[in-house]
């Protein structure tokens, strides 16, 4: 069965600085691994995907994620936070359940960034 | 691309009534419609799966004579909740995927807060 476990429920940065959100998955077969963003009140964003290929896979506003199988990681970063950046993130992996590939979330971290 | 519009976005209303959320993909068609529950501050929990013109396969603990979804056509799908108590007070989200490989991305409405009183 696949899982995601995303670390520290909250992460607070100041503006400008590195933004980091980690994700470790499990998965008995090759992962699909995305990341979402939620702004309150509203639904989910995709703002990047690892399936095959390159394990850097660059997304929208400036995120990136680092596909590690060595260390079943999909670890989400930013080099600089903006005050936009300040939201709930959601890691997930694909799975295939009763005949549906469907998505498994972590339970979230949310990003706050401070002037 | 790629818009999915849910509605209503809130709702309000009394206990023991029905309520219908709607989920429309604007400008593709969904294969495949998913319906996802999210308690305050907490991960989406999805409800079921759907595709058009199939019954939903609903998630083991979800009752599916509460919660009636409906995906009658490529952009349509609806789920309602019947007999609406303060427990089924939540925030509810649908998705809609297009292909039938699964290798397509799932786009998210923006969601319905539903309460009831």
């Known amino acids: 069965a696949q899982s995601v476990t995303q670390l520290g429920s909250h992460v607070s940065v100041s503006e400008g600085a590195l933004v980091l959100l980690r994700c470790n998955y499990s998965?008995?077969?090759?992962?699909?691994l995305f990341w979402y963003v939620q702004y309150p009140n509203q639904g989910l964003q995709l703002l990047l995907k690892?399936?095959?290929?390159?394990?850097l896979v660059k997304g929208i506003n400036g995120f990136e994620a680092e596909f590690k199988k060595s260390e079943t990681s999909f670890h989400l970063t930013k080099p600089s936070a903006h005050m936009s950046d300040a939201a709930e993130y959601f890691c997930?992996?694909?799975?295939?359940?009763?005949?549906?590939?469907?998505?498994?979330f972590g339970a979230g971290t949310r990003l706050a960034v401070h002037p | 691309g790629a818009v999915v519009s849910q509605h209503p976005s809130w709702v309000i209303c009394k206990s023991g009534t029905s309520v219908k959320i709607e989920c429309r993909s604007l400008?593709?068609?969904?294969?495949?419609m998913f319906w996802y529950r999210q308690f305050p501050k907490q991960s989406l929990m999805l409800m079921a799966t759907?595709?058009?013109?199939?019954?939903?396969?609903?998630e083991q603990g979800v009752e599916k004579d509460k919660f009636l979804i409906n995906h009658a056509s490529l952009t349509l799908s609806t789920l309602t909740v019947t007999s609406a108590h303060p427990e089924d007070s939540s925030f509810y989200i649908c998705?809609?995927?297009?292909?039938?490989?699964?290798?397509?991305?799932?786009?998210f409405g923006d969601g319905t807060r539903l309460s009831i009183l």
């Open positions: 997930a992996v694909r799975a295939l359940s009763g005949g549906y590939n469907k998505l498994i």
């Open positions: 690892y399936t095959t290929g390159a394990t």
């Open positions: 400008d593709f068609q969904a294969t495949t």
């Open positions: 759907s595709n058009e013109g199939s019954k939903a396969t609903y």
């Open positions: 998705s809609a995927r297009a292909g039938t490989d699964g290798n397509q991305p799932q786009h």
């Open positions: 998965s008995s077969v090759p992962p699909y």
